[in-house]
């Protein structure tokens, strides 16, 4: 069988993988078990890399053709060699019962021998399989399996911190009281009592404040004129339809040149008034308008072929884990621990950038302040306890790592 | 399984798509030609063209203008149904 490996040194489709295999097959029958001219094992062969399977495979295969009733024979012919698919994780592309064979002849059915599968590497870049494409002549129909890059994974909706309702929250944090402590608590008890005490609090800063809803289609440059020159070309356009005259198609013409001048119009003003406003904190983003973004790079480590495992690999390497020390019975409470006071995290806090990367919570040190500044007694009612008790709850010992590429260099 | 190898720089800088066909044309020159003139009513054309039992003129397997071939000798010396065409 031949195969075609089509290399991408940068990657295929911003993906990490650097090279596609595509192999095609006819399948002849033939009078010995499989029955079939091509071993199931030569067809399907595990592959980490993106591996297409286009063959012309002589056979119904119930999972394409799930209302064709089949003979014995063809069943197990197929479920030969949809066993041997399925053991190395390939997977069928064909739509079930969009048939892609049409007989000359009026006895036989319509049925699909043109299966395509593709193994788990590729099957993310699968965007399309299509066959509306018009006969050539042969009673086979003609197959189109496009590969694009994976849809963008949007991001779910975060809270847009600058948007805090201030007034709201004043209300709420008036009402709002800590738990109380638990009394000769566990280090579980009391790392419990400080999860459920400042996931209350985060839940009400946040039911406070509106989402932000990130948009792959957003126009920073669109206009209310654009949104009516829209309108205009498309009543032109409805007109036209129903009424095809030279008049109405010149207002259609006229109407659509306005339009699309218009956008290109908009686009150039919006460029250019970004780039004359433009400061060295906006530097890198003029430079991915102007050059794109570059496609994500992983680096290569030994043993790790995911981002999850990447992330795994370089946790151990830098925080070996470690045996766990005994478990304390119950804590002691310090009766001679030095209390922290509002000023004192107000001192702290002011040594904190508004604009510094948050934390789990995602919650910005201007939002900190903010809450700090409204009701003073909150924050120290939250902390004192644990340094009464001189614990640090594990929620507190996390942190988000972000490893950075740095452009030009070797992973 | 034969191997042939052919190179691209970057698939996703240069090509927004990678549309790839399948078709069998029944060893006809008519399917074939017709196969490849209907590549206009794409909205992109085919970078890589999967044929099985193309049609064959003395054990010489076909050719089209800005497509390369890809297929063994032998394949069309023993009239075997498997081609490969990329551009």
């Known amino acids: ?54 063959c012309d495979f002589n056979l119904h295969y119930p999972l394409a053709e799930p209302c064709c009733s089949l003979s014995g024979r063809e069943f197990i012919i197929s479920t030969r060699y949809l066993d041997a698919a399925f053991d190395v994780l390939y997977h069928l592309v064909n739509i079930p019962r969009v048939y892609t064979r049409f007989p000359f002849d009026t006895i036989s059915r319509h049925s699909v021998l043109d299966l395509v599968f593709v193994n788990t590497a590729l099957s993310p870049l699968v965007s399309l399989w299509d066959t509306s ?7 086979h129909g003609l197959c189109v399996i496009t590969l694009k890059p994976p849809p963008i994974m949007l991001p779910p909706p975060t809270p ?48 406070h404040t509106p989402s932000k809803h990130p948009c792959p289609r957003s126009k920073p440059w669109w206009s209310p004129r654009l949104s009516s020159l829209r309108r205009e070309y498309h009543k ?14 010149s207002n259609v013409k006229s109407s659509r040149r306005t339009y699309f001048k218009a956008i290109a119009s908009a686009k150039k003003t919006h460029c250019s008034d970004f780039l004359f ?35 795994e690999t370089l946790l151990d390497h830098f925080f070996p884990s470690k045996p766990p020390p005994p478990p304390l019975l119950r804590l002691t409470r310090y009766e001679d621990y030095t209390s922290l006071t509002s000023e004192e995290i107000s001192r702290a806090l002011s040594k904190s950038w ?28 939250l902390l004192n306890p644990l340094l009464a008790h001189g614990f640090h709850p594990p929620s507190l010992k996390k942190a988000l790592g972000i490893v950075l590429d740095k452009p030009g260099k070797p992973s | 399984m034969e191997n042939f190898f052919t190179h691209y720089t970057d698939s996703s800088a240069v090509f927004p798509s990678f549309p ?15 196969l490849f003139h209907s590549f206009t009513m794409l909205p992109h054309p085919p970078l890589l063209v999967a044929i099985q039992d193309p049609p064959s003129r003395r054990s010489v397997l076909p050719t089209f203008p800005v497509f390369m071939s890809f297929a063994l000798p032998l394949l069309a010396a023993h009239g075997l149904p498997f081609m490969f065409l990329a551009p």
């Not at chain 1, 032109?236 to 198609?249: G, H, K, Y």
Request: charged share 15%; aromatic share 10%; glycine share 4%.
């Open chain 1, 236 to 249: 032109f356009a409805r007109i036209s339809r129903l009424d095809p005259s030279t008049l109405n198609w």
């Open chain 1, 277 to 311: 406003s433009a400061t060295p904190r906006s530097l890198w983003t003029a430079k991915r308008f102007a050059f794109g973004r570059p496609p994500q790079r992983f680096p290569d480590l030994p043993g790790a072929s995911d981002p999850a495992e990447i992330a």
């Open chain 1, 354 to 381: 508004n604009t510094s990367a948050p934390g789990p919570d995602h919650i910005p040190y201007s939002v900190w302040k903010s809450v700090h500044r409204i009701k003073p007694s909150l924050l120290p009612s």
């Open chain 1, 133 to 139: 494409l018009p006969s050539t002549g042969s009673d």
């Open chain 2, 20 to 34: 790839i066909i399948q078709h069998n044309c029944l060893g006809s020159w008519d399917v074939f030609l017709s």
């Open chain 1, 1 to 54: 069988m031949p195969s075609v490996d089509v290399f991408s040194p940068e990657g295929l489709f911003g993906s990490p993988h650097r090279s596609l295999r595509v192999t095609s097959g006819y399948l002849l029958r033939t009078n010995r078990p499989p029955y079939r001219s091509i071993l199931p094992e030569r067809v399907f062969s595990f592959s980490s890399h993106p591996h297409q399977v286009l």
């Open chain 1, 160 to 207: 847009h911190w600058a948007l805090l309702d201030l007034g709201a929250v004043g209300k709420a944090l008036e009402s709002f009281t800590t738990l109380p402590c638990p009394q000769k608590p566990t280090p579980s008890s009391l790392s419990r009592w400080f999860d459920i005490s400042s996931t209350r609090l985060t839940s009400l800063l946040t039911s």
